[in-house]
T-cell receptor, first 116, second 118 residues
């Protein structure tokens, strides 16, 4: 079974702090994703990585950066946390699309982040 | 730009009855894929079912079926014989072909919360 592990289920930080959210997958997937989930808005893509050291902005990248130094690990960084970044953060991974066939995304359990 | 709309923020369903969750989409692509995910209160997202735009048959997976109406741009999820364990958030999503990640990304709707009553 694919396992996507997020480092924390709950995290409380203060405004202005630098925050790191870590995600590790154990299935050698090329793609990794960071989403933010807010009530009524569904999941919105923050950043996407399709290979080591390769990244692409999603729909809401402002205030965030990412790092992918190893294939299995994808980190989300809040450079200077603000209260409007209080949210649920979900990490996912998938194989690359091959021959037009969909490769499902596998999700971690999420990190509920509160910025005070 | 792609957009997924789920107009039902929440709904109740009696145990053992069927429930239909609405999803409409907007895309200019001819080839696309639609998905449904389930998110229980524990938080993990569980992939339920997939429908390709060129699939001739509506997708089915156990008690889940997809009522795909291409002309109306709708992809409604039908859960038959509801169980208490079906209580969860349900998200409709579409493959997003923009950028280098062509086809690898998903665009999600706002979700529908389902509560199954005993």
């Amino acid at each position: 079974d694919v396992k996507v592990t997020q480092s924390s289920r709950y995290l409380v930080k203060r405004t202005g702090e630098k925050v790191f959210l870590e995600c590790v997958q154990d299935m050698d997937h090329e793609n990794m994703f960071w989403y933010r989930q807010d009530p009524g808005l569904g999941l919105r893509l923050i950043y996407f990585s399709y290979d080591v050291k390769m990244k692409e902005k999603g729909d809401i990248p402002e205030g965030y950066s990412v790092s992918r130094e190893k294939k299995e690990r994808f980190s989300l960084i809040l450079e200077s946390a603000s209260t409007n970044q209080t949210s649920m953060y979900l990490c996912a991974s998938s194989l690359r699309v091959k021959g037009g066939y969909y490769q499902p995304q596998h999700f971690g359990d999420g990190t509920r982040l509160s910025i005070l | 730009a792609q957009k997924i709309t789920q107009t039902q923020p929440g709904m109740f369903v009696q145990e053992k009855e069927a429930v239909t969750l609405d999803c409409t989409y907007d895309t200019s692509d001819q080839s696309y894929g639609l998905f449904w995910y389930k998110q229980p209160s524990s938080g993990e997202m569980i992939f339920l079912i997939y429908q390709g735009s060129y699939d001739e048959q509506n997708a089915t997976e156990g008690r889940y079926s997809l009522n795909f109406q291409k002309a109306r741009k709708s992809a409604n999820l039908v859960i038959s014989a509801s169980q208490l364990g079906d209580s969860a958030m349900y998200f409709c999503a579409m493959r997003d072909k923009r950028g280098k990640a062509a086809g690898n990304k998903l665009t999600f709707g706002g979700g529908t919360r389902v509560l199954v009553k005993p």
